[in-house]
């Protein structure tokens, strides 16, 4: 009864409040928020001398891909839809959104939700200049969506699905349901030895060394930089 | 694309090591990398302002005079600079559209220095950002408009065509009377006698004194019948002898007759006609009585001499929704009004609230403040209900009049605004359209050029003309690399919305007649469509096929037809080699193709494209060969 009570004494007081504001001519009360624009998180990279140590990079290398960064991104850090932005850039007739949260999760190791520029060179450093052992690990660690380990059919459509979406909708021949299905089959026939349903790391590895093609195209991109 | 991305593509083609242990195809080579020199510093002095930059910003557009060797002429030896004697403020903006990949438009440059700054950098200004590009446009058009003024001003004073039939020398006169003195007399005397059936039509009706057999006072139309009979055909002469020459000399005539000055013409001559026609007939006197009021229509004739009357009766034009609804609103008050005073006023005696519709000439006049008295309310609610209306009424006039004023200024502003808008909007969208499929265009454009340049190489019988290639940055090259790796991944090919959309009629059309293969190939439908497909060559040697050495220039006329080969393949391997080849039709229209029906021998062992070898497959390859018209 006394929230009744409550409630009937607020609502008249908005009334009075709204028949005064009707009389003096203020109707039209702005709220206006200050909103709390969160700082962007700023960062700065490690000096120059402690990348060049980490990873394989010259320092001229480094500068550049430096450079490239932070002109993209000045403010240190890369969130994943400016990341996702940046890639779709070069796929512009699909939508390379989904690969591109995959390939954010596999650059951001420490799983902060930001791509610092000291994750973003050691990723480049192990694709670009790193062993073919160090790759097919990388490779492995994008495929394997929740880094269990193993690598179940559902993860490989979901990456495949994306890979597909990248194509768009005007391919030759055209795109049907069952072909990212089909070609997870393919995949899983060639790589899953032991038939228990899961790819883990030692047999995507051996499996991958076996393969000419494969070997060849992970050394596709050596001068890239 | 915009530069700063660029930076990005090491990062992209990098993470497309991600695709290599999915792919179903081998990858294609990567581009040959010219070795790029040392990447450094350069001076741009313009008029004493020194800019720096990296060379490989300059480089990024190779097509300007900043990118290319053009600048090589303005280098100045004795202070190691590129001297440039030129505005350094525009200057500014220039070379910021090499940093950032957008041009911007400053507002308070003048627009025809910008344009010139551009012209001598080679820079297209179709590629101003969006932010900036309406604000260019409007300021070219500002100027292309007053220089065009200019030109017309001085042009048409003395524009006289030599060979202008008599009947365009006529229309000419009409329209523009300051062609000549002729059609200037005429544009005067044709005012003259407007003016003069007018004043005619008012004067008779005044009254003139009373006749010498008559009683009472006769207007002077019934005293001087005849001299305004006589007054009124030579007026009715003219106006007809003015629009028949009108009809006959309008380059349409079906246009001239449907326009409104032709029927304010016509309005204004038929009642004079008509009363010839029919003299002395009481039972339609009436009605001709009735059609002498259409003669004051002849005033609007005078639009044809006043502009200011056409922007008068246009713009009312163009507010007659706005009006329309004034007068909905006007009509809703006046109804609610005259109803309750009616029914205020019901009880009183000798009142002259009759019903609701007498009582809408009291609210009428009461709401626009008229206040004639001849109506007033006696009762108390009647009186108090008037005040009402009164002040309610004072309240819906004032309200309108500047309404219908803003709505006259808004609608005005707002359609030469949307004019301006809607013209910029088309090449706008176009604009943005064009970027984001200039991209995937560009590729296309690529592979068709690509495979070609690599045709010419390896299968060097193709003694035609010379490929023109423009040579790509290399940016470009790598792109397309990254694009067609993501093509040999997944199998499929990217390709433009018309083909697609005719392989999707194709394939809905087609009876899927051919035998499928095992599962192991990931393109499973073996039809082989007769698309409109561009001119794409094979790399490989066939023999006993008619393939036309000579290249057309434009690619798009021809129609191709598309020989696909099934491999069986029997290893284990999940690549599925898919070779395509095409052979061009001579024919020069997309309409025209004419079906043929080729017969090729099978190649034992095939290259794929690229050069890559995947001759680990044996193939028992069926050519299958299916022609069919579109």
């Known amino acids: 009864m006394s929230s009744c009570r409550k409630r009937c004494k607020r609502e008249l007081l908005k009334f009075a409040q709204y028949l005064f504001r009707f009389i003096t001519g203020t109707l039209n009360a702005d709220s206006v928020e200050d909103e709390l624009e969160l700082s962007a998180a700023r960062h700065r990279p490690e000096a120059l001398e402690q990348l060049e140590a980490q990873t394989r990079f010259s320092r001229k290398e480094l500068q550049i891909l430096y450079r490239g960064f932070k002109n993209e991104c000045p403010s240190g850090v890369v969130n994943e839809d400016t990341f996702k932005e940046i890639y779709s850039q070069f796929f512009p007739q699909g939508d390379a959104s989904t690969y591109a949260h995959f390939l954010f999760d596999a650059f951001d190791t420490d799983h902060n939700g930001s791509v610092s520029f000291e994750d973003f060179v050691m990723g480049l450093s192990i694709l670009l200049r790193g062993t073919v052992q160090e790759k097919l690990n990388w490779a492995f660690n994008l495929y394997d969506i929740n880094k269990d380990g193993y690598v179940t059919k559902e993860e490989m459509l979901d990456i495949i699905k994306s890979i597909y979406d990248m194509m768009g909708k005007c391919t030759y021949p055209t795109l049907k349901e069952e072909t ?46 | 694309m915009a530069a700063g991305v660029a930076a990005w593509l090491p990062f992209a083609r990098a993470a497309a090591i991600g695709w290599m242990p999915v792919a179903s195809a081998p990858m294609p080579p990567p581009p040959r990398d010219k070795r790029r020199g040392q990447d450094g510093l350069i001076i741009l002095n313009v008029s004493g302002t020194r800019f720096q930059t990296w060379l490989n910003t300059l480089e990024r557009y190779p097509d300007t005079l900043l990118g290319s060797t053009e600048r090589d002429f303005f280098f100045h030896e004795e202070t190691n600079e590129y001297f440039f004697d030129r505005d350094p403020d525009i200057f500014r903006h220039i070379l910021n559209f090499y940093r950032t990949g957008k041009l911007h438009y400053p507002r308070h440059e003048c627009i025809s220095a910008y ?184 005033i609007f004739k005078f639009s044809r001499h006043s502009a200011g009357l056409r922007i008068l009766g246009y713009t009312l034009k163009s507010c007659a929704s706005e009006l329309g609804f004034l007068l909905f609103s006007l009509t809703m008050a006046i109804i ?158 990217f390709v433009d919305e018309q083909t697609y959309e005719t392989s999707c009629m194709e394939v809905s059309l087609a009876k899927p007649s051919m035998s499928r293969s095992s599962s192991m190939s990931s393109s499973p439908h073996g039809l082989s469509s007769c698309c409109t497909r561009r001119n794409k060559r094979k790399s490989f040697n066939v023999p006993n096929s008619n393939m036309v050495a000579g290249r057309r220039g434009s690619i798009q006329e021809l129609s191709t037809i598309q020989i696909r080969e099934r491999p069986m393949s029997n290893s284990r391997s999940s690549l599925n080699a898919k070779f395509e080849e095409t052979v061009p039709l001579n024919s020069e229209e997309q309409s025209y193709i004419t079906a043929a029906v080729i017969s090729m021998p099978t190649p034992p062992v095939t290259t794929p494209e690229g050069g890559d070898s995947s001759s680990s497959h044996n193939f028992l390859q069926s050519n299958i060969v299916r022609v069919s018209a579109l």
């Open chain 1, 180 to 225: 990212p299905r089909q070609h997870v089959e393919i995949f899983f026939q060639k790589m899953d030895k032991n038939r228990d349903g899961v790819v883990t790391i030692d047999e995507f590895i051996d499996c991958c060394q076996n393969d000419e093609n494969i070997m060849k195209s992970m050394q596709l991109f050596e001068n890239v930089i």
């Open chain 2, 115 to 298: 344009d010139e700054e551009l012209a001598f950098f080679g820079i297209i200004p179709e590629i101003i950002g969006d932010c900036c590009y309406e604000e260019y446009k409007d300021r070219r058009r500002e100027n292309a408009e007053r220089i065009q003024d200019d030109e017309e001003n001085d042009n048409n004073k003395d524009m006289v065509l030599p060979d202008m039939s008599f009947r365009e020398t006529m229309w000419r006169a009409f329209e523009n009377p300051h062609t000549s003195t002729m059609a200037l007399v005429f544009y005067y005397v044709t005012g003259f006698f407007i003016a003069v059936s007018v004043m005619a039509n008012v004067v008779e009706t005044v009254p003139c004194g009373s006749g010498p057999n008559r009683a009472k006072e006769v207007s002077c139309g019934e005293r001087y019948a005849l001299a305004f009979f006589c007054l009124d055909t030579a007026c009715v002469m003219i106006f007809t002898v003015e629009y028949l020459l009108r009809l006959i000399a309008a380059p349409s005539r079906y246009k001239f007759v449907k326009s409104v000055m032709s029927i304010i013409d016509v309005v204004a001559i038929m009642p004079y006609y008509i009363g010839l026609v029919m003299t002395d007939n009481e039972d339609v006197s009436g009605a001709f009585v009735t059609l002498r009021v259409f003669r004051v229509f002849r």
């Open chain 2, 336 to 493: 609610i009004f005259a109803t309750v005073m009616f029914y205020a006023e019901k009880g009183s005696t000798a009142t002259k609230f009759t019903s609701i519709p007498a009582a809408f000439w009291y609210t009428i006049v009461t709401m626009t403040t008229l206040g004639y008295g001849d109506m007033v309310p006696k009762t108390i609610i009647g009186k108090v209900f008037g005040s009402i209306c009164s002040l309610s009424g004072v309240l819906v006039i004032a309200l309108p009049v500047p309404v219908i004023v803003s709505n006259f200024s808004r609608i005005y502003h707002q359609s030469q605004r949307a004019e301006k808008r809607r013209a910029q909007k088309k090449t706008r969208l176009a604009r943005i359209h064009a970027a984001k499929s200039g991209g995937a265009n560009a590729y296309l454009q690529y592979k068709r050029n690509g495979m070609l340049a690599e045709a010419e190489e390896e299968a060097s019988k193709h003694a035609g003309q010379a490929l023109v290639c423009k040579s790509n940055p290399t940016f470009e090259t790598q792109h397309h690399h990254l694009l067609h790796c993501l093509e040999k991944t997944t199998n499929h090919e």
